[in-house]
């Protein structure tokens, strides 16, 4: 059942991924139409911005993340016996290499896991989160983040916040094309006659428009996708490596009883964290949300 569940959601990954590559090619040849009148042009600078934010964030995403949210290493176990012995079983448990270690001195409750792959992951666990939690339920929730390294979710959470990065810096330079009036640069004197090339040209400001406006709000709710599927995954997978679904329940049940946000949080990253780090609370049955709500995910492990 687990198994099947992983398929499912790499299927739904790489769907998700396609969007995010049809928003960006979409934005990028409304850039390169509006401003040098060459559709492909523009797509294929899009394309290079995307290539570059992605390899950036690929091969520096653990040094880049937690620089972003403060997090100092924990060097050996003296520092937090509990933290460091916990992660270095469950590394085991999960046949993967135990991760670098990071505290965040942050007193509300929180943790996640970052890196390219699991040689070079890393988990952060905020302070406040450490001193609530008794042994069993630290173990569920460095169960959960260990499940995100084991089933290479941090890979592909690293590509998604590129790719929202990326579309958003796009969507930003479409933004000031209108505002410079640069699509009325590309209309030759020839062409002002012609009336479809004037549709054309009306039809390529409206949706440009859309773009500019909506484009970053679309690479959010696409990286929140992601984010919401791989909750339940790695939920399910930190159960199956710990065998004691209790300890993750009772962990996300004080999660869910602290209202306390984070006193600093890196917007690009806040889906990382296992609970919401902003703890707002959302309308719209929870559209902006980077987390499924953890009631749902307390029932679903109730259930195992």
Do not use: C
């Not at 928003?23 to 509006?34: A, H, K, P, T, W």
């Not at 929140?224 to 159960?239: K, M, T």
């Not at 559209?287 to 259930?303: C, G, N, V, W, Y």
């Amino acid at each position: 059942m687990l198994y099947q569940q992983i398929a499912r959601n790499k299927h739904k990954t790489y769907l998700i991924f396609i969007v995010f590559f049809l928003v960006l090619g979409v934005i990028g040849g409304i850039i390169g139409r509006l401003m040098f009148g060459n559709t492909l042009s523009g797509i294929i600078v899009a394309l290079m911005i995307t290539l570059f934010y992605a390899l950036t964030t690929y091969f520096q995403s653990t040094s880049l993340v937690m620089k972003m949210n403060g997090a100092k290493p924990v060097t050996n176990s003296e520092q937090a016996p509990d933290l460091w012995h916990i992660v270095e079983d469950l590394s085991m448990v999960a046949h993967v290499p135990r991760p670098d270690i990071y505290f965040i001195d942050d007193p509300s409750p929180n943790a996640f896991a970052t890196g390219r792959d699991p040689k070079h992951a890393a988990v952060a666990v905020t302070t406040g989160l450490y001193e609530l939690m008794d042994r069993e339920e630290l173990e569920g929730v460095l169960a959960h983040e260990l499940s995100h390294v084991r089933n290479y979710d941090i890979r592909v959470s690293t590509i998604a916040i590129a790719l929202s990065s990326a579309i958003i810096l796009i969507s930003s330079i479409l933004s000031n094309v209108y505002r410079w009036g640069a699509f009325f640069g590309g209309e030759r004197d020839d062409d002002r006659n012609d009336s479809s090339n004037n549709v054309i040209q009306i039809i390529l400001w409206l949706v440009g428009l859309i773009f500019a406006i909506f484009g970053p709000i679309i690479a959010s709710l696409v990286q929140l996708a992601i984010s919401r599927n791989r909750e339940y995954l790695a939920d399910a997978s930190g159960v199956e490596l710990t065998r004691n679904p209790q300890g993750l329940i009772s962990a996300l049940q004080k999660l869910q009883q602290s209202e306390q946000p984070l006193q600093h949080v890196d917007d690009a990253s806040a889906a990382l964290y296992i609970d919401n780090p902003v703890k707002k609370k959302h309308s719209m049955q929870h559209l902006f949300d980077t987390h499924p709500p953890l009631s749902d995910r307390i029932a679903r492990l109730q259930k195992m």
